[in-house]
């Protein structure tokens, strides 16, 4: 994953005043692309495989993880044969990748072109469906000396795939990072680097022919933390919203409650601009840290939660975007495993969804959306706190379970496996999932007037093992009745950056724009 340079929004006050005068509607800017019916096309969350991780589990461990989470759709950062072997028979759809250090020799031979897919692809398929080729990552953003040669690597690989009769099954694309898009913010005036215009005209122009995807990765949180006060966290966290705190292009009046979506739009009108109108974006990478150093404050497990989980009901609901309410984009998480490896800033080492060690770095709240990273294959179910609960109410509830009802909290405790994090929602969880399996799961055993919700997805994190995993193994623990406090009231009442725009009223001499360019300019 490389760095997203996001361009500041503030360099957009003239423009969005001078559009606001002639607003146009959608339907005169971008034909609706061909509405996705056929179940194939039905919208998916994947994952990002990144291998740069200590003691990384055997290909088998990793597909059993894949399988009992779920997960339908992968992708690799290479074409290991050894995980595509261990893919096969499993209905897992893989997305393989031709590194940016094997472009030059493939932009430069058919030969080779054709070598790479007899090796890669042609090898596995069809036991191990792979359904795509990504030529490099973010290459013309990160190695702009090897742009020239994409296109024509690109064209040998789909020549290949031709005359292997896959051309149909596989496609060929190639990701982008989110500084292709200039001016992003808002959406209809977005373009992209007008440099680029020789390569990627072409290059959209096979995509087009091809009728495969335009590849990009986008993250709202290098949006959010290079546009603080500008940008509200809430808006980038999918967060519901009141109105007022709803994005309006001036343009064409569509209203955007999250980043993401005002993002996919940008490079939706970022092609129109190139009069390409049917090519449909695919996310190859989005996500959120759970841990970062001092200058990534928000790199937070509870915005990483709050950020997938609602990432993938949104998915989920199919309601694409403003702009293409009959088209949603499929994305790839990034990523499975925190790659502990990775260089500094500590964020880059925080992405996955679990450790190393395959469990969960935290707990997803995509309960009543499918089974989709749901790790419960034998009708095991948990008894978890649900989000934004006062910390007063939740530590009412957290005392009770672990005082009159008589959970065991003795893992909760200052020390033990399941103290951190140290937060009242985070113990509170421990507490109520005692409870509700001390009861047998009965029916109001998870309720606690309303702050807890039943969930499929194993709570446990590191050393830190829930009482209804299987993990658990049976092991007895003695009860601990005794209220525990927990540090959770720093934590609720945290103050996020301002988003009032109040400075904007006063710099536009009381002009009443607050409502229709709030968070697209400051």
């Excluded at 290059?203 to 091809?210: A, V």
């Excluded at 925190?338 to 707990?363: C, H, I, K, M, Q």
């Excluded at 009159?404 to 113990?427: D, F, L, M, S, W």
């Excluded at 807890?452 to 590191?462: E, N």
Aim: aromatic share 10%; net charge negative.
């Amino acid at each position: 994953m490389a760095y997203s340079n996001i361009p500041t929004l503030l360099s957009l006050l003239v423009l969005l005043l001078i559009s606001f005068l002639a607003p146009t509607t959608v339907s005169n800017l971008i034909p609706v692309i061909k509405q996705q019916q056929a179940d194939k096309d039905e919208p998916y969350v994947g994952v990002n495989l990144g291998t740069d991780v200590s003691n990384f589990v055997s290909p088998a461990d990793l597909v059993a993880l894949l399988q009992v989470q779920k997960i339908s759709h992968v992708r690799l950062y290479d074409a290991d044969g050894d995980i595509l072997k261990a893919l096969a028979n499993t209905k897992i759809r893989v997305i393989v990748s031709v590194p940016n250090n094997q472009l030059l020799a493939i932009g430069s031979s058919n030969a080779t072109a054709a070598t790479w897919i007899d090796r890669n692809v042609a090898a596995y398929y069809p036991k191990t469906l792979i359904t795509a080729v990504a030529v490099g990552d973010e290459l013309l953003t990160t190695v702009p000396s090897s742009a020239p040669l994409l296109v024509p690597a690109m064209e040998s690989l789909y020549a290949a795939l031709l005359a292997a009769n896959l051309s149909t099954q596989i496609k060929v694309s190639t990701p982008h990072a989110a500084s292709l898009v200039l001016d992003p913010f808002p959406p209809s005036q977005a373009f992209f680097n007008q440099s680029l215009t020789p390569i990627l005209l072409p290059l959209l122009q096979f995509l087009s022919q091809t009728k495969s995807p335009l590849m990009i990765n986008l993250y709202p949180y290098y949006v959010f933390m290079q546009n603080k006060g500008v940008v509200p966290l809430d808006n980038s966290l999918f967060k519901p919203l009141t109105p007022s705190k709803e994005m309006v292009d001036p343009n064409t009046l569509l209203h955007y409650t999250n980043i993401l979506d005002a993002m996919i739009d940008s490079v939706y009108f970022s092609m129109k601009n190139l009069n390409i109108t049917d090519v449909i974006v695919l996310v190859t990478e989005t996500g959120w840290p759970s841990k970062g150093d001092s200058k990534e404050p928000y790199a937070t497990i509870d915005n990483a939660d709050t950020y997938n989980s609602n990432l993938i009901k949104h998915v989920f609901d199919r309601s694409g975007t403003p702009l293409h309410p009959e088209i949603t984009s499929s994305v790839y998480i990034y990523e499975l495993f925190n790659e502990d490896l990775r260089a500094p800033p500590v964020s880059e080492a925080n992405w996955g969804l679990f450790y190393g060690n395959s469990t969960p770095v935290y707990l997803l709240h995509v309960s009543g959306i499918g089974t989709f990273l749901a790790n419960d294959t034998t009708n095991r179910t948990y008894c978890v706190a649900v989000d934004g609960v006062d910390g007063r109410t939740m530590q009412a509830a957290l005392d009770w379970a672990c005082g009159p009802g008589r959970a065991n909290c003795t893992e909760i405790q200052p020390g033990e496996n399941c103290y951190q994090p140290n937060n009242v929602k985070n113990h509170a969880s421990y507490a109520f999932d005692s409870y509700y399996q001390k009861e047998g799961k009965t029916a109001g055993s998870c309720d606690f007037k309303g702050v807890a919700m039943i969930t499929t997805t194993d709570p446990s994190h590191g050393s830190c093992i829930f009482p209804g995993s299987k993990k658990v193994n049976n092991k007895s623990r003695e009860a601990v009745n005794s209220t525990v406090t927990s540090g959770a009231y720093t934590i609720s009442f945290l103050s996020l950056p301002c988003t009032q725009t109040l400075g904007l009223h006063l710099f536009l001499g009381g002009f009443t724009f607050s409502l229709l360019f709030h968070s697209f300019i400051s």
